[in-house]
């Protein structure tokens, strides 16, 4: 005889759980219950969040803008790309559009930044490498993050996002200067 799905089956057709099927039960829902409570706890008490500072802007005015900072802060060029030492706790203003990251960045280590990123054309990401950061590079809009970087040397700035036939070619460079030469580099000024 044929049952259809939409029949109820009839009595006590299924078997209760064993106690370690109820154990492994138990502790999957304690480990779901674990993780949906780290969504707000990280939101409030980690230490990876951005900084959330952002503002809408023309990706002219944001060119701009870039520009005024590299006359600002340009000490030199690095393989045709100005190179920007910008002063500690400055606004640092990067940009990218296809197929470039401009201007190139020296920061001290251990110091605070707050590092704007937006695009003049389309979608872009920001990856440095080998650190694990990653953000959204997004034209219209100016980015801000609160940084510290905390490593010394030469990082790659490399486009996460498909961007164009360009795209393997967008790479970018931040330095970052350690600790004991800026005292040598001050050493020097006042010398
Ligand atoms: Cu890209």
């Known amino acids: 005889m ?38 707000p706890i990280w939101h409030l008490r980690g230490a990876q969040n951005p900084s959330g500072i952002r503002h809408r802007v023309e990706p002219r005015a944001y060119s701009s803008r870039v520009y ?37 960045l020296r920061l001290r280590e251990d110091t605070e930044y707050t590092l704007h990123l937006s695009s003049i054309d389309v979608n872009h990401g920001f990856s440095l490498f080998p650190l694990n950061v990653n953000f959204q590079v997004v034209p219209g809009y100016d980015y801000g993050l609160v940084v510290t970087p905390h490593s010394a040397g030469e990082f790659q700035i490399i486009c996460n996002e498909f961007c164009g036939v360009g795209h393997h070619l967008m790479v970018g460079k931040v330095i970052v200067v350690p600790k004991q030469d800026q005292l040598a580099a001050v050493g020097e000024e006042t010398r």
């Open 2 to 39: 044929y049952r259809t799905a939409l029949e109820a089956p009839q009595g006590v057709w299924w078997k209760p759980a064993g106690p370690t099927e109820k154990i492994w039960v138990t502790i999957a829902f304690a480990w779901c219950m674990v993780l949906f409570a780290m969504m």
């Open 68 to 104: 005024e900072f590299t006359q600002q802060y340009q000490v030199g060029t690095d393989n045709g790309v100005p190179l920007v030492e910008p002063p500690p706790g400055a606004h640092v203003y990067l940009q990218a559009s296809m197929w470039a990251w401009t201007p190139v």
